[in-house]
């Protein structure tokens, strides 16, 4: 076995956690569940791989072997990345070109390859008619960095992709290219749409979170139940509040939903206007360039913490447009500037 293929492997088995090592091998199926048994997982992380080493020496692993265990470790670990969504489009008026997998993946290699002599291509079937794709770039004079490889997700017959961020940025329109001209489209953009959260993305652009919704009287309900209202109060109080509360739940309801929301970390602003007053003078009568102004919304669950502020009471019913309209424009960066 080559070394370099040797270092690969021990490096990608050292990054596994010892709690997902037996699964993350299962669902490789490069080794046989015999030569697993011979293997001791009580031993040392050091000591572990290097039998494993030895295991994979003895059934000749290629790099492409190796590639794929590092596919599967990703695909266990997707929400350590950041992900990026691409649209493609047709020409207008062409039809769906319902090309199959297999001939995606030899016309995607190729143009790869013809390109960028050292480049190593590979992939994965997954669920939803879905390809994981792993390339790690060279040069024309250096191989392929198997430690700094980027990632996409395709889905067959959709304009979507999903790509890892790189600070290889240089080869972004080269993969760009690849994905167009191998899923038979003509254009590709990257949208205003981000994420750690792969499968919240592909929820978001696919529009399959679920939009069931409970009936006004069962939540509203639900919520008095967790506010806990003291039945001792004055009646014309809890009134009162019941009707200003039902309406905040009403609202919210009707604009989130009663689902949960699709996992984002952040929402980006950029404003830009020009000054305006009445008085022509002053510094910024005269400044010619636009003031601008970023502000970020983030949280662990932003939809989530959202959807929470009017029931909480933090924030006016209905919020913003600006601020509900993620889910449905499919964007989480925004540009403002004067009409």
């Known amino acids: 076995m080559d070394e370099t293929v040797a270092e690969f492997i021990k490096r990608t088995l050292l990054k596994i956690p010892m709690s997902e090592m037996m699964t993350i091998l299962k669902a490789w199926d490069f080794l046989s569940e015999n030569q697993l048994q011979t293997v001791n997982f009580r031993n040392r992380k050091e000591s572990l791989a290097q039998d494993l080493v030895l295991l994979c020496e003895e059934n000749c692993i290629s790099l492409d072997d190796a590639a794929l265990l590092d596919i599967i470790y990703t695909q266990f670990h997707r929400h350590q990345k950041v992900w990026?969504?691409?649209?493609?489009?047709?020409?207008?008026?062409?039809?769906?070109?319902?090309?199959?997998?297999?001939?995606?993946?030899?016309?995607?290699?190729?143009?790869?390859?013809?390109?960028?002599?050292?480049?190593?291509?590979?992939?994965?079937?997954?669920?939803?008619?879905?390809?994981?794709?792993?390339?790690?770039?060279?040069?024309?004079?250096?191989?392929?960095?198997?430690?700094?490889?980027?990632?996409?997700?395709?889905?067959?017959?959709?304009?979507?992709?999903?790509?890892?961020?790189?600070?290889?940025?240089?080869?972004?329109?080269?993969?760009?290219?690849?994905?167009?001209?191998?899923?038979?489209?003509?254009?590709?953009?990257?949208?205003?749409?981000?994420?750690?959260?792969?499968?919240?993305?592909?929820?978001?652009?696919?529009?399959?979170?679920?939009?069931?919704f409970e009936t006004h009287n069962s939540t509203a309900s639900l919520q008095e139940g967790r506010l806990g209202l003291d039945i001792n109060v004055d009646p014309r109080i809890i009134h009162e509040n019941k009707v200003e509360k039902d309406r905040v739940q009403r609202v919210t309801q009707e604009i989130f939903g009663d689902y949960a929301q699709p996992r984002l970390e952040f929402a980006q602003y950029k404003l830009e206007t020009k000054f305006k007053s009445d008085l022509n003078s002053g510094i910024l009568a005269e400044r010619e360039e636009p003031l601008r102004c970023l502000v970020e919304f983030s949280s662990p669950h932003l939809l989530e913490a959202l959807k929470s502020l009017a029931p909480a009471g933090i924030a006016d019913a209905p919020l913003s447009p600006l601020l509900t309209c993620i889910p449905s424009k499919g964007m989480n960066y925004f540009k403002i500037k004067d009409k």
């Open 84 to 212: 990026d969504v691409f649209q493609m489009t047709k020409e207008p008026g062409e039809d769906t070109d319902l090309s199959d997998m297999e001939q995606f993946k030899s016309s995607f290699k190729k143009i790869l390859q013809r390109a960028l002599k050292n480049v190593t291509v590979t992939f994965r079937d997954a669920e939803e008619n879905a390809v994981w794709i792993r390339i790690a770039w060279g040069t024309q004079y250096r191989k392929p960095n198997q430690y700094k490889p980027i990632y996409a997700v395709y889905y067959s017959q959709t304009p979507y992709a999903f790509i890892s961020s790189s600070r290889l940025r240089s080869n972004i329109p080269l993969l760009g290219q690849a994905l167009t001209v191998a899923s038979k489209h003509h254009r590709i953009m990257k949208m205003d749409l981000r994420s750690q959260y792969l499968d919240s993305l592909k929820t978001i652009v696919f529009k399959q979170y679920n939009q069931t």
